[in-house]
């Protein structure tokens, strides 16, 4: 009887996603959990790694506007690169690159419908995660009416 053998992902140099020593397998995201309608659950982090390093890498696959303007969109709703191209503001030619690394670090899957690849954020807690993230960037609402009353022309107030 032969053992079945794990596949080797793909990596280069620039990769986002931690692998172990062997280069084998995710250590900080494994496989996603399937919610019983199966849609994608949010990702099972290995038991042998800290949740402060799983967490790190996660914010640092975020870590370009690009990134975060597309899951901005992805709250809303699954969607094609076609249709989250023109929304997201880059060049047709750099999307993928950037939704693939959030697909490689774990929080948006595809899935085919037809002949096109439609991206979807896995965990809902996500959203409320850059809801904070928005909230705690814009300050309270006070200090905002500040600001934006700053930009307004001496003599135009409300």
Known sequence: MTTPTRATPQTSSRSQSPTDRSGSVPVAVTAS??????????????PSVPKSEAGAELFTAMAHPARIRSLEILA?????VGDLQPRVGIETSHLPQ?????????????RKVGSSAVYVIKDPELIVVMASARRLLLGPPSETRDLLSDLQPPGEED
């Open 76 to 80: 809303v709703g699954e969607l094609s």
């Open 98 to 110: 950037q939704l693939g690394g959030l697909r490689r670090a774990g929080p948006v899957s595809t």
């Open 33 to 46: 959990a399937r919610s019983p309608g199966g849609r994608p659950g949010p990702p099972r982090f290995a």
